[in-house]
T-cell receptor, first 113, second 111 residues
Framework: DAGVTQSPTHLIKTRGQHVTLRCSPI?????VSWYQQVLGQGPQFIFQ???????GRGNFPDRFSARQFPNYSSELNVNALLLGDSALYLC????????????FGPGTRLTVT | GNSVTQMEGPVTLSEEAFLTINCTYT??????LFWYVQYPGEGLQLLLK?????DKGSNKGFEATYRKETTSFHLEKGSVQVSDSAVYFC??????????FGAGTTVTVRA
């Protein structure tokens, strides 16, 4: 079975632009979480979606938004990009809303210039 | 708020050496504790977990014991292999839907 997939793998944007990152969970998983991993730091929680509803949000500005589709895939959107948004964005899926047994994708490397 | 502090790396060891990575946490309640591993070029993988005090998580020769009195969850392996070279992250979850991670410890095992 395929694991969590994310697209694109790498992305370069300029300040002020908008970006959309995509995630497909493992088949049968209904929960998707997004994390931001800045170089040299651990991942920081951004959002969790379960059954298409936002279940939790981390300490990120309103420029960050996400949604989950009926097939449980998810998009993370970031508006008005800043240099500080450069990071690896990780998607994780799980069967249910519990954080146990979260399966992470390989991430999308976003560079803002 | 919740936070995790883990020992800074990088850590370089020879094969068959003993590995310890220290992890301490701050939480308001009784969190669940995790160790995740990130092998080169791969995504994060759950290595082991413990959900209550005195629980011991174990997997692939790695162990960690949930110590409430010292708010610690140190990772240990008795005899490391080159294939254990990776970045190791300690994490906690208190509200059951988000993980709070430490900064990660890079481990390199030499043959």
């Amino acid at each position: 079975d395929a694991g969590v997939t994310q697209s694109p793998t790498h992305l370069i944007k300029t300040r002020g632009q908008h970006v959309t990152l995509r995630c497909s969970p493992i088949s049968g998983h209904k929960s998707v979480s997004w994390y931001q991993q800045v170089l040299g730091q651990g991942p920081q929680f951004i959002f969790q979606y379960y059954e298409k509803e936002e279940r939790g949000r981390g300490n990120f500005p309103d420029r960050f938004s996400a949604r989950q589709f009926p097939n449980y895939s998810s998009e993370l959107n970031v508006n008005a990009l800043l240099l500080g948004d450069s990071a690896l964005y990780l998607c994780a899926s799980s069967l249910g809303p519990s954080s146990y047994e979260q399966y992470f994708g390989p991430g999308t490397r976003l560079t803002v210039t | 708020g919740n936070s995790v502090t883990q020992m800074e790396g990088p850590v370089t060891l020879s094969e068959e050496a003993f590995l310890t990575i220290n992890c301490t946490y701050t939480a308001t309640g009784y969190p669940s504790l995790f160790w995740y591993v990130q092998y080169p070029g791969e995504g994060l993988q759950l290595l082991l977990k413990a959900t209550k005090a005195d629980d011991k998580g174990s997997n692939k020769g790695f162990e960690a014991t949930y110590r409430k009195e010292t708010t610690s969850f140190h990772l240990e392996k008795g005899s490391v292999q080159v294939s254990d070279s990776a970045v190791y992250f300690c994490a906690l979850s208190e509200d059951d839907y988000k993980l709070s991670f430490g900064a990660g410890t890079t481990v390199t095992v030499r043959a």
